[in-house]
């Protein structure tokens, strides 16, 4: 079975997900949160005992509680023994499309929301999510600030060079963000594809087919390359050889001495890195795939056939000798830690809806799968938060905190800097200035429970 192409299609069918009833929030005049921890972002810093002040969408003041000004009218929020910090990124996302529901649209971006994930990159687009993308911006439903890429160029979609630059310019022109690149892309089309969307300015990020590679790839200057794809493949002494499950079954004939030049290779050409890492450690870790299934956020996945074939995907990757799938973890872990400490930009995602990934809860794994590859909790966090605006060029809007900022913020009943799991302990959420507390969370999650 070659799993590599089984991800490569990954959310071509959506999964479907328990019934939140998700409502827009009320936008009230102004929102302080009192005597709180705030984890800025712009550096690894904790400012004890502040006031944020939240008005109009905007983080209108931040001050020591002793100096602050509270609006008259503002709801108030006691901060006392939590931590503000940044709302994080989700930035391989992918929203349901196709004959999905909209009540399940709407479900699957609360979840995000849910879990103090205030933006989103959608990874497999569909023309519905263009106007979820406006639905969002305006506050009409919970969810996140929306970036959509369209329809994926895959082996049956991109089958000839004019058919590809033709769906380049209808993408351009639909007005969505990127260009989702899936494998089985042509090495000839993938050049016109490519050419066509610098001409028209328009990035494009995913997969690294294998007839393109990744040197290809890195000369492309792909805005992103997620799942670490390719790098595995560059790795080894035989190419050509078939791939599957990004290189997995290529142990045995990887030069390790190789990474060097390849992170030299990606730093030059600025390439960002999503590594989806949790996404391979659900399907390769030693961890019992019943013992996935029991994690609470399993119980927002429906049909239960959908965990059934989780189940039995997991034990099937476990067949793979220990040894095998350890050595291949290993691999990985080196490559996001010595690509990080060469200063090549990470952003955080880790591809949900998939295997084992729940919106919004599985943003949090990966966060600890980033720390369990080297990472500390610090530098964890800005690939969700920092980096992000770094990425979409809005850097003076998000990704930190501070006055004039679009309010996205997330409340924490303890310290993500000291221990990253700590970011899923959440209080609250401000969503675009709007307040969700812990309680009004729960009551909507319940609904569907």
């Not at 795939?289 to 996945?301: G, N, W």
């Not at 997330?410 to 709007?434: E, F, M, T």
Request: contains cysteine.
């Amino acid at each position: 079975m070659n799993t590599r192409r089984i991800l490569g299609a990954c959310a071509l069918t959506a999964v479907a997900w328990v019934g939140l009833a998700p409502r827009p929030v009320a936008q009230s005049g102004a929102t302080a949160f009192v005597g709180v921890s705030v984890i800025p972002m712009d550096k690894e810093t904790v400012l004890a005992d502040h006031t944020v002040v939240v008005q109009g969408g905007r983080i209108a003041s931040i001050a020591p509680s002793t100096n602050a000004t509270i609006p008259a009218g503002a709801v108030r929020v006691d901060g006392k023994g939590k931590f503000l910090m940044p709302g994080l990124a989700e930035m391989h996302a992918h929203i349901p499309g196709g004959t999905a529901t909209d009540s399940a649209v709407e479900r699957t971006l609360f979840l995000y929301a849910a879990n103090g994930v205030t933006t989103i990159r959608g990874m497999l687009g569909d023309p519905r999510h263009l106007l979820y993308r406006e639905r969002a911006a305006t506050g009409e439903i919970v969810s996140p600030l929306i970036y959509t890429s369209g329809p994926s160029f895959n082996a049956k979609t991109a089958l000839t060079r004019e058919i590809a630059v033709d769906a380049v310019i209808a993408q351009k022109k639909a007005g969505y963000d990127l260009l989702k690149i899936h494998p089985g892309v042509p090495r000839e089309v993938f050049d016109a594809l490519a050419a066509k969307a610098d001409e028209l300015k328009i990035p494009f990020a995913g997969h690294v087919p294998a007839a393109v590679g990744l040197a290809r790839a890195l000369d492309a200057r792909y805005a992103s390359i997620d799942h670490l794809d390719g790098y595995v493949e560059a790795m080894t002494k035989s190419p050509g050889t078939p791939s599957e499950f990004f290189g997995s079954n290529l142990m045995k004939d990887v030069d390790e001495s190789r990474l060097a030049a390849l992170v030299s290779a990606t730093k030059a050409a600025g390439v960002w890195q999503v590594p989806t890492q949790v996404l391979i450690d659900n399907l390769l870790d030693d961890v019992p795939a019943d013992q996935l299934a029991a994690r609470p956020e399993m119980k927002y996945v429906t049909p239960p056939e959908q965990i059934k074939d989780w189940i039995a995907r997991k034990q099937n990757f476990q067949k793979v000798p220990q040894a095998e799938r350890a050595k291949f973890l290993t691999l990985r872990r080196r490559l996001i830690k010595t690509l990080h400490d060469a200063g090549v930009p990470f952003a955080l995602g880790s591809d949900a809806p998939q295997f084992w990934n729940v919106p919004g809860f599985s943003v949090h794994r990966e966060l600890q799968s980033m720390v369990d590859a080297g990472l500390t909790p610090y530098q964890a966090l800005r690939t969700g938060t920092a980096n992000v605006g770094v990425y979409f060029k809005t850097e003076s809007t998000t990704g930190t905190i501070a006055p004039g900022k679009r309010a996205d913020l997330l409340l924490l009943d303890a310290n993500p800097l000291q221990h990253v799991d700590n970011s899923s302990k959440i209080a609250g959420v401000v969503l675009n200035g709007r307040w969700m507390s812990k309680a009004d969370i729960d009551k909507r999650l319940a609904q569907g429970s």
